[in-house]
């Protein structure tokens, strides 16, 4: 999955959060964070700190992957089948 705001992150943050059954409070103190924190980053504060969102995607089991977004990263049909 691609993600390009604040708001796509929250969003896919939040997903996963309760895919594991987590409410926002027991994520907060998995992760160290109050609950008002995991709220702000789900509904796509856009300036939440980096730290906050390595201590969520940590507390998630998650990672996340940079890549380059450029043509050639993207494979050929041909190569799909």
Same mark, same amino acid.
Request: glycine share 8%.
């Given at each position: 999955? +691609?993600?390009?705001?604040?708001?796509?992150? #929250?969003?896919? !943050?939040?997903?996963?959060?309760?895919?594991? &059954? !987590?409410?926002?409070?027991?994520?907060?103190?998995?992760?160290? !964070?109050?609950?008002?924190?995991? +709220?702000?980053?789900? &509904? #796509?504060?856009?300036? *939440?700190?980096?730290?906050?969102?390595?201590?969520? !995607?940590?507390?998630? #089991?998650?990672?996340? *992957?940079?890549? *380059?977004?450029? +043509?050639?990263?993207?494979?050929?049909?041909?190569?799909?089948?």
């Amino acid at each position: 999955m +691609s993600i390009r705001d604040a708001v796509q992150l #929250g969003a896919a !943050l939040q997903r996963e959060r309760k895919r594991q &059954g !987590l409410t926002q409070a027991q994520l907060a103190e998995k992760a160290g !964070l109050r609950q008002q924190t995991i +709220s702000a980053v789900e &509904g #796509g504060k856009p300036r *939440s700190e980096l730290r906050v969102i390595f201590d969520l !995607l940590f507390a998630l #089991g998650l990672e996340v *992957s940079v890549r *380059s977004r450029n +043509s050639q990263d993207i494979p050929r049909i041909e190569d799909l089948f």
